[in-house]
């Protein structure tokens, strides 16, 4: 079955700092896998998604991921943190195999302090 | 850019009531999924949707909860005898028929059952 983990449940980064999210997942072939971003009480927003091709995927907000097989990874990542940053992020994967529904990871909550 | 469009964005209910819960897919995707989030926790799959029957569904979803697709364009999630651990937040997406190309979520509707 497919699985996420996303190992750290809160991460606190400095106004400007860069930013690095992880995400690992657990699946035999390649994955489908997306990042998306929610703010308290509202819906999901697509940041970026990888489906074949280039490892590095960029996104929306100036985001950016990382797709690598041999560690089962798909972090995230951002140069510079902007306090309207702060939100939770959710990694996900799926695939046809398992009927293209999305599993999601546990989320992490990133704090910017000022 | 095409949406997903559910409704309404907040219902209350009381322990024990039916509610319906209503979304609109994109017009032109083939498949339909509802996800649930209670506070605080990941985002769940409940069930997919293809070719007006049931594709999967998980453990979750068990007899209280069904889907319909009652005419070309919405697609509902019926939940018969509410308890209160069914307050949560519930996502319905859609997506064509090209594997995940195109998956796209709505903004959610708050369920809360007091």
């Known amino acids: 079955a497919q699985s996420v983990t996303q190992p750290d449940i809160h991460i606190t980064v400095s106004e400007g700092a860069s930013l690095e999210l992880r995400c690992n997942y657990s699946?035999?072939?390649?994955?489908?896998l997306f990042w998306y971003v929610q703010s308290p009480g509202q819906g999901l927003q697509l940041l970026l998604k990888?489906?074949?091709?280039?490892?590095l995927v960029q996104g929306i907000k100036g985001f950016e991921a990382e797709f690598k097989r041999s560690q089962s990874s798909f972090n995230l990542r951002k140069p510079s943190v902007h306090w309207s940053d702060a939100a939770e992020y959710f990694c996900?994967?799926?695939?046809?195999?398992?009927?293209?529904?999305?599993?999601f990871g546990a989320g992490t909550i990133l704090r910017v302090k000022s | 850019e095409p949406e997903v469009t559910q409704t309404p964005s907040h219902q209350v209910t009381q322990m024990g009531q039916e509610v319906i819960l209503r979304c609109v897919p994109i017009?032109?995707?083939?498949?339909f999924y509802w996800y649930r989030q209670i506070l605080g926790q990941k985002v769940e799959f409940l069930v997919s949707?293809?070719?007006?029957?049931?594709?999967?569904k998980s453990e979750i979803f068990d007899d209280q909860f069904s889907v319909e697709r009652p005419d070309g364009s919405n697609f509902t999630l019926k939940i018969r005898s509410t308890k209160l651990e069914d307050s949560a937040m519930y996502f319905c997406?859609?997506?064509?028929?090209?594997?995940?190309?195109?998956?796209?979520f709505g903004s959610g509707t708050r369920l809360t059952v007091v």
């Open positions: 997406a859609s997506r064509t028929g090209l594997g995940l190309y195109g998956y796209t």
């Open positions: 699946y035999g072939a390649t994955p489908y």
């Open positions: 990888y489906f074949s091709g280039d490892t």
């Open positions: 996900a994967v799926g695939n046809k195999e398992y009927g293209n529904k999305l599993v």
């Open positions: 017009s032109n995707h083939l498949y």
């Open positions: 949707f293809y070719n007006n029957e049931i594709s999967e």
